[in-house]
């Protein structure tokens, strides 16, 4: 505990003495609990929005490169797949012009 939190109860009591019990709980609610060195400033919260962003900015330039990679992966299994289709298909019409052929003749 810092010297601020413990001297709260001190100054709560003194406030009630100089202001009143009403006024002096309406000041002390008004006093922000812990140090004021925890606040943070306009300037620190610019800082953390352009961190943030220089991170999203890097995300978004890793995730275009990940859709890229899987577009080529795509284009080429599809290709592949293609040219195995169009070749199990030609062996199969091989096989059966032989088998037709062996049939009628």
Known sequence: ?????RS??????RLREVLGPEEAGTL???LL???????????D?????????LKMDAMRHELRGE?????????KNT??????LVTVMAIM????????????S
């Open 1 to 5: 505990m810092d010297v601020y939190e």
């Open 8 to 13: 709260r109860p001190q100054l709560h009591q």
């Open 28 to 30: 002390m609610a008004h």
């Open 33 to 43: 609990p812990g140090a004021y060195t925890e606040l943070a400033t306009k300037a």
């Open 45 to 53: 919260l610019r800082q953390l929005k352009e961190e943030l962003e």
């Open 67 to 75: 859709i890229q990679q899987v577009r080529a992966d795509m284009y």
């Open 79 to 84: 290709r592949t797949l293609t040219l195995s």
């Open 93 to 104: 019409n091989g096989i059966v012009f032989t088998a037709l052929s062996l049939t009628f």
